[in-house]
T-cell receptor, first 113, second 111 residues
Framework: DAGITQSPRHKVTETGTPVTLRCHQTENHRYMYWYRQDPGHGLRLIHYSYGVKDTDKGEVSDGYSVSRSKTEDFLLTLESATSSQTSVYFC????????????FGPGTRLLVL | QKEVEQDPGPLSVPEGAIVSLNCTYS??????FMWYRQYSRKGPELLMYTYSSGNKEDGRFTAQVDKSSKYISLFIRDSQPSDSATYLCAMSFSGNTPLVFGKGTRLSVIA
């Protein structure tokens, strides 16, 4: 998985609780992304980062926030989890400057009860 | 109309068949086209990457882009049971702009 780890890999939580998912890379890539994958919707971009402290919203950013204080870590926070945020979350990284390819982590399965 | 359309399948073929997977898109500004393979309960992995129009071949896999028709294809020759997976097309405008994905086509290759 191209030096990408995600934690936790599985999580069950209750509606209204805060949840933070972590993406860690060892590739020193500039760009990092958070996606969610749901049946019937495919992969949808939540937020992305183009450098430390530089982030932007994706297609489905409502209810999510992100932070990137170090090159290697990109955190996704659900401030108050809802059942509609039950999904599989994937982190991806891409090389800076030249390549338009992204490499994905193994995913985090989140269930919000 | 969604930006990227992909038939979700499922598609079931016998071992050894030639498989054709396709996506259509609406925005002519897309320049970079990718195919990802995703096994069950795994992250997507990059299979093919193409810039602009044309063909690209890698072993049993061939990617085609027809920008005039806004249509991309992935061909798998001599398909194997290990090719059974979901195939996602993706595209982007330029540089490291975010990818836009199709919903994926689920393929089963039967031995």
């Amino acid at each position: 998985d191209a030096g990408i780890t995600q934690s936790p890999r599985h999580k069950v939580t209750e509606t209204g609780t805060p949840v933070t998912l972590r993406c860690h890379q060892t590739e020193n890539h500039r760009y990092m992304y958070w996606y969610r994958q749901d049946p019937g919707h495919g992969l949808r971009l939540i937020h992305y980062s183009y450098g430390v402290k530089d982030t932007d919203k994706g297609e489905v950013s409502d209810g999510y926030s992100v932070s990137r204080s170090k090159t290697e870590d990109f955190l996704l926070t659900l401030e108050s989890a809802t059942s509609s945020q039950t999904s599989v979350y994937f982190c991806a990284i891409s090389e800076s400057d030249s390549q338009e390819t992204q490499y994905f982590g193994p995913g985090t399965r989140l269930l919000v009860l | 109309q969604k930006e990227v359309e992909q038939d979700p399948g499922p598609l079931s073929v016998p071992e050894g068949a030639i498989v054709s997977l396709n996506c259509t898109y609406s925005n002519s500004a897309f320049q970079y086209f990718m195919w990802y393979r995703q096994y069950s309960r795994k992250g997507p992995e990059l299979l093919m990457y193409t810039y602009s129009s044309g063909n690209k071949e890698d072993g049993r896999f061939t990617a085609q882009v027809d920008k005039s028709s806004k249509y991309i294809s992935l061909f798998i020759r001599d398909s194997q049971p290990s090719d059974s997976a979901t195939y996602l097309c993706a595209m982007s405008f330029s540089g490291n702009t975010p990818l836009v994905f199709g919903k994926g086509t689920r393929l089963s290759v039967i031995a």
